[in-house]
């Protein structure tokens, strides 16, 4: 049996784009907003635009009370319809783009396109990569230096000064550039986000919202 490899740990961190994906059921539904709830109780109002129709129910999970939309679905649950459709009392899959705006001891603060605030769990967090928004046709760049160079970096938004390039991670969040503490010679432009690796001059990412070790700029290593 082939084996999956191993990802590494994601440390979910305020700036971070990520996407809500929980198994919801629609409480109520109206023309421009529906209600949903999973099977923990938490509860939101939230854009058709964000729902996917699920053939069946997924089983519920703790202390669940059935509703009477609950057992009507339970009968029809192995006759689905060719055609499923958003409407009360039917499963869906919430998946919702969204900025991370705080992280607590249990929870996440976030927000969406819509400016809507909502509080998560983290397992219900995918976190994306940190370009935003996303280009389909988006070109590789890369950093330019002069020959012969070795920090004379030249950005791709303009930023030549050598003192605005900080060490980080792959997310463009500052790193200390000590052995063993996980930086792995990637560098991050302060004026853009713009994340690249000092020698191979590849933009691997851009993160408009990084996290800096202390306050609200870069540490001067």
């Known amino acids: ?5 191993r990802t590494e740990t994601v440390i979910i961190g305020e700036g971070m784009i990520a996407s809500i994906v929980m198994a919801v059921m629609i409480k109520a539904t109206s023309k421009k907003s ?3 709830r999973n099977f923990e109780g938490w509860e ?3 854009s058709p635009n964000y729902l996917l129709p699920l053939p069946k129910t997924f089983p519920p999970t703790g202390e669940w009370k ?10 029809k649950i192995e006759r689905p319809t060719k055609k499923y ?8 899959l919430l998946t919702m783009p969204v900025l991370v705006r705080s992280v607590e ?4 603060l976030v927000i969406n396109a819509e400016e809507q605030f909502l509080t998560v769990l983290p397992r219900h967090l995918h976190v994306l990569p940190a370009f935003f928004p996303f280009q389909v046709n988006r070109k590789q760049e890369s950093i330019y230096t002069a020959p012969g160079s ?3 970096w030249t950005c791709v938004c303009g930023n030549k000064n050598e003192n605005r390039f900080y060490y980080c991670d792959v997310q463009g969040n500052e790193l200390a550039p000590i052995e063993g503490g996980g930086w792995n010679g990637l560098r991050a432009c302060e004026d853009c ?16 919202r990084p996290i800096f070790m202390y306050g609200d700029v870069p540490t001067e290593h």
């Not at 049996?1 to 490899?5: E, G, I, K, S, V």
């Not at 059935?66 to 009968?75: N, P, Y």
């Not at 459709?85 to 869906?92: N, R, V, Y």
Request: glycine letters at 6%; hydrophobic letters at 45%.
């Open 34 to 36: 529906m209600t949903v």
């Open 85 to 92: 459709i958003l409407s009360e009392g039917l499963p869906a």
């Open 150 to 152: 070795e920090f004379g």
């Open 66 to 75: 059935l509703t009477k939309q609950d057992k009507e679905r339970e009968k």
């Open 1 to 5: 049996m082939r084996a999956f490899p």
């Open 44 to 46: 939101a109002v939230v």
């Open 105 to 108: 001891e249990e929870a996440v």
């Open 193 to 208: 986000g713009r994340v690249f690796h000092q020698n191979k001059l590849i933009i691997l990412d851009q993160n408009i």
